[in-house]
Nanobody, 122 residues
Framework: QVQLVESGGTLVPPGGSLRLSCASSGFTLGWYSIGWFRQAPGKEREGVASISSSDGAPDYADSVKGRFTISRDTPKNTVYLQMNSLVPEDTAVYYC???????????????WGQGTQVTVSA
């Protein structure tokens, strides 16, 4: 099973930006499609962005289109989630996950990180 570690979560004011990282040691992330998910208190976990292993094509939830960008740095074995124009509704624990196909459906992923907290507040 792929071991993933998220980092970069913190407190950020509304309108601010943040970049989350998803790294793996011992596994080549380029072989997997990677998804970013988030779970806010009292809500179900939802897919935010995903990137294909084959061509690097991204997919985004409607709620983050135009604000979030997922990218892959193959030499660093890391996947990033750049988040801009953050709003309080983006507050959640953010998880990255590895799977065989690009999808915003968490059922398509079988390896998960522990999550990193993002709080958007003044």
């Amino acid at each position: 099973q792929v071991q993933l570690v998220e980092s970069g979560g913190t407190l950020v004011p509304p309108g601010g930006s943040l970049r989350l990282s998803c790294a793996s040691s011992g596994f080549t992330l380029g072989w997997y499609s990677i998804g970013w998910f988030r779970q806010a208190p009292g809500k179900e976990r939802e897919g935010v962005a995903s990137i294909s292993s084959s061509d690097g094509a991204p997919d985004y939830a409607d709620s983050v289109k135009g604000r979030f960008t997922i990218s892959r740095d193959t030499p660093k074995n890391t996947v990033y989630l750049q988040m801009n124009s953050l709003v309080p509704e983006d507050t959640a624990v953010y998880y990255c996950a590895a799977g065989a196909v690009r999808s915003l459906d968490q059922a398509m992923y079988n390896s998960w990180g522990q999550g990193t907290q993002v709080t958007v507040s003044a």
